[in-house]
Structures are given as C-alpha cells and as structure tokens.
C-alpha cells in the first residue's frame, strides 16, 4: 500500500503521491495533469487538452487508494492526501483489453495510413497493447474508404475510435458544430451535420485533434511520413495576428505547415486560410538574378554587388539633381523587424528623406494605445466591442479567442456596426471594469471615438488590427512618415504611402526605394502603374515577379520570409522568431546586407556589421520595449517611453 503523503496548511494546493512519488498542486488540478508534472504517462484518447473531459475512452484509467473501481485520470480531480498508481497490474489489463476492442475492427492500414509514425492508436498499441489478440476475426467492418467532407479534410470511417474529439471541437472551440454522432451504440458513427460539406473556416484542426487516422488532410495524402520530414518552428505570414506554427518541409519545399501551441497567442488552433497557404511558398515563380534595367540603355543581368552600385548611383543621382525629398521610400509589412529597423535608418539618416511608410492609408495621431490589449486579455475583459467585420476576417483566429472568452470565460463579446455610435454603444453596455475595443486599421479613428466614450465607465484597452504579418512592427520601427521607432514623433513634411505614389506620378518624386512583398502598393491600381512609368529610378528588392519588379530600373532579388532569419512583432506586440526553413531561391545576401551594403555604397559609415542577430542587438538598443519583450514577450509602451 503506498503511503499517504503527509498535510499541509491550506495554500490553495493539494498533496498527492503518483507511483510513489509525491507532489503538490493547486486544488482542481486533474490527476492526468498532476501525473504529467511528474513525468508519468497515462495514454488518453478522449482528453484535450483544450476540451472538457468526458471519459469515455477508458485508456486513461487508474488506481486510486480507498476508491471501489478504478477512475479516469482525465476526469478526476485531485484529492488532498490522494495516493494513485498508474501501472498497477488492473490497470495494466485494463490498457490492454481496451486496445484490444479498438483494434478488433481497425483496418491494418498503417503502412498507407498518413497519421502513420504520429498516431496515437499505433503508438499506444505498442506501448501498453496486448502481444497477440484473443478475436479470431478476419473480416472486419467496412465503409467507404477516403470519404471528402471537403475540399480539405477527408474521412475514413473505418478508423474512427469514436473518442468524440472532433465533435467536442466543433461543440467546445468553434460552436460550429458541422460533425455530430449519428446513431447510437455499435452503431455509431462520426459524420457531418445532413451529409453536408464542411464549411468552417478552421476544420483544417480536425486531423491534428483526431488521435489516429480517420480524419486527414486532402493535401498531405500520401505525401510524407513524419520522420523524413525537416520542422522548423515558425510564424504564419497570412496576417498580423502572429500564429506560432511548425514549417514542416522535405526535398526543398514545404509540406504542410502544422499546428504550435501557444496559449498566449493562437491557443494551437489555425485557421484555414493560414494552414492550407504553404503551396504558395514553393512557387517556381521567382525573382533569381539581379537586373539592372535603366531607362535608356539596354536592360541585363548582374551581379548583385553591381546591382547595389547601380542603386547608389542612381540615388545619389536624384539627390545631386534635386534633394533627398524626391526620393520615396516604401517597406513592406512583409519584412522582419530587423529589415525595417535598417530601412528607416537608411532613409532617414543616409539618404535624408522623411517620405517613408509601409502602405497607402494615412496615420495621423497614432500612439501605442492602438494596441494596448493583449490577445489573452481579451477573456480578462468583462465585455469586449468589436467594430464591425473587418477584424475578424483580417485575422480568423480572433474569433475563437472572442467565442472562449464568451462561451467559456462567460464575457459578453458585442459586435457593432464600425461605425456605432459611440453614445449608443456606452447605453447597451452594462457596468465594466475593464472594457476591450477590437477595430482594424481603416477603423482607428471610430474607434477612439468609442474607447473615449467607455472609459467614463472604466478601463478600456484597444486592439487595432494591423495587416500583413509584421504591420505591427513596421509602426513600431518607425516605417511612417510621421514617427520615429518607439513612436516618437518625426520631423514633419514627410509623405505617406499615398502621397509618394500622386508626387511620383506628378513627377516631384524622382526615384522610388521600394523594399519587400506589399499588397497595398498593389491595391493602388492605376496610381502605382502612373507612379513607377514616370518615376526616373525605380530600385526594388523583391522575391516574386510582378508589376513592381517589371519596372524597377534597378532589381535585386530578396528572401521570402521561411527563407531569412528575424523577429517579426503580431497586433499585441508580441517579438516572434522567424527562422529559415528552406533555401534561398536567389543566391542573394540576406535583405539586411542588401540595406547595409546600399548605406555602404551612398557613403555611410558603421554599417559593417548587418547581420540580422546583430542588427536585432541595435534594433534592442535603440528600442527599449523591444529589448524587454525579447523573444516571445510583449513590446509594452509607456508615457514617457513614447516622449
């Protein structure tokens, strides 16, 4: 008989003995999680960790002292004085029969299976299943193999252990509920609601919550196995909400981009648009040699080395001809922390030009309130005002946070029209302590208007949210005409985005720098054609051919963001690391050396070292907030820290 662990005074933790050993842990710890603090493995099939327990698996059965039967670790809160064995011979049997039912009708499919070398069922089986099986059962149940619920996600019904995961996701984390259980008994059944097709905009989840192989992903069928397979963790790219993920490639291109838990942040869900984006990142479709194409002369390919000199040249040109105020320059939400930190300085403090920005719409008055909420605040709000669509369809996984906080945190979450009157939204409010405004950025303005209006009622945090992967760090770092890095106010008379386009169409803009992927510059249509056509210089860094890279004067190739190594900053202002998963397609230097050795060219001095570490170490120093968030913190600005 283990020996009961002795009491302590009441510290809002408990004392429990596992297997012999003896811990303790808050009150309402689950003794699945008491026995993981220890290291001790108890196989689950049911359990979630991001789900209500409901115990119908068995596999997590064990043993605890003064108790009749045996009880589901998953489900059974630890006791003070509690004493559990997790490998006693019950259990041990207990494991045992319970595989050998799974296994009575499971298809031997694991040499065709793409769960096969992650899936729990296979593992289990070898771990804690019986040798040889009692059942001389040859012909097993069968249904259609392979059947598509949807574009993405396909079923094999002869696979499904019934553990109940995928319905609980869409009951407990999406309240979609599109996957009921139909029938009852042995006759039960995983499907969709009606026979219908998925619809949800995270169902890309469901294989990665499914413990075994009965639901797979429509676009890694028979593509891989897990161990041939390079992971390199890293950040989605589709928008600024800043998902942790798992890059995982093979032979020199991505396979599937997988789910990384982050509570802080996505809480381990993705969502579609984000996980089923990775093909678009093995495109041939390439920007691969440095050209330099002058207006009159005859275009050719270069040397990279050359390129920049011709870039220089073509600068210091405009600069000599005119000023350094004919010369604008456009960075890229696109680009890591470290790339934009050089791009200011190299248009600021070498070239001497204050036209700088990142994206067409003006930021007047912006200061870091516009993102003083944090994503896991949002369930600490008492109620949250979310200003119309937008937020929600820039950034999707929003939406599950707002569907926990209300479902699960019991917040009342009120979507309003984005243009609410700010009178009748303090009206429909009830009392607050702290209130949260969620609004995208074409929405700032209202939405101060709004927070102003609710703080007679108490605290209000805003969430603006950004676009493209780094919009956050790019006002951070002072990518804007009318601030510094740390939002410290610049010299005025520099232009925004659009104003660089209408002078350089109008020819009062010479030569255009235009570094990175930018989907803005691309949504100005007939402006941008206006801007690069009269342009004199057009000197672009890019990874992909397009309208931009085909009238660039001078054009070097850049690297795609699984490509470079750096920090890129999401809507909370949370440093995330982006490191490199795959090969650069140009045999180019990193976007940083391009900068630095274009500082080199134009004359300046002290841009030696432009690696991207250590152009993090002086991005750190000349930004306070971004050397206390580090690696996977917060940039968090104060009052005296912006002045």
Known sequence: MAQKPPTQPDDGHVAVSIDGHETRVPKGTLVLDAAAGLGIHIPIYCAHPKMEPVAVCRMCLVHIERFPKPQPACATVVADGMAVTTDSAEVTKIREGMLEFLLLNHPLDCP????????DLQDFT??????????????????????PLSEHIELDQERCILCWRCVRYY?????EKEIVLEQRGVQTLVTTFNEQPLRSSFQGNLPE???????????????SRPWDLQRTAGVCPECSYGCNLNVDSRDFEIRRFASRDNPLVEDMWLCDRGRYSFPKWNSTERVRRPAVRPRAGRARDTAVGEAIAAAANELRAVIDAHSPSAIGVMGSAESTNEELFLLQRLARDVIGTRNI?????????????EHALGIAEIEECDALVVLGVEPEEEAPVLTLRLFKAQHKRGRRVHRVARDADPAGVVKAMGATTLTGVIADETNREHAVLVATALA???????????????????????????????????????????????????GAIHALLITGPNAALERAGELLDRALQRAESVIVVETRPGKVAS?????????????????????????????????????????????AALAAELGAKGWERSDPMSVNRALREAVPAYAEAGSGGRALWTAERVA
């Open 126 to 147: 070898f771990r804690y299943g019986p040798s040889v099986s009692r059942f001389p059962i040859t012909e097993k149940v069968h249904f259609n193999k392979a059947v």
């Open 171 to 175: 009951d407990e984390i999406t309240g």
């Open 456 to 506: 007679r009622k108490g605290a209000v945090r805003r969430m603006t949210v950004t676009r493209g992967v780094n919009g956050r760090g790019a006002k951070d770092l002072g990518v804007l005409p009318n601030v510094l890095p740390g939002y410290r106010a610049a010299p005025p008379g520099g232009k925004n985005g659009r104003e660089i386009l209408e002078a350089a169409a109008a």
């Open 209 to 223: 919550v499914c413990p075994v192989g009965a639901l797979t992903h429509r676009q890694y069928r028979f593509v």
């Open 357 to 369: 920005d990142h994206q067409l719409g003006s930021f007047d008055g912006i200061t870091s309130e």
């Open 551 to 595: 009238a660039a004067t001078v054009l070097i190739p850049g690297h795609a963001i699984f490509e470079k190594l750096g920090t890129v900053t999401n809507i909370e202002g949370r440093v995330q690391r982006v490191r490199p998963a795959l090969p650069p397609a140009a045999q180019t230097p990193s976007d940083t050396r391009v900068l």
């Open 112 to 119: 065709v299976c793409d769960r096969g070398g992650e899936c």
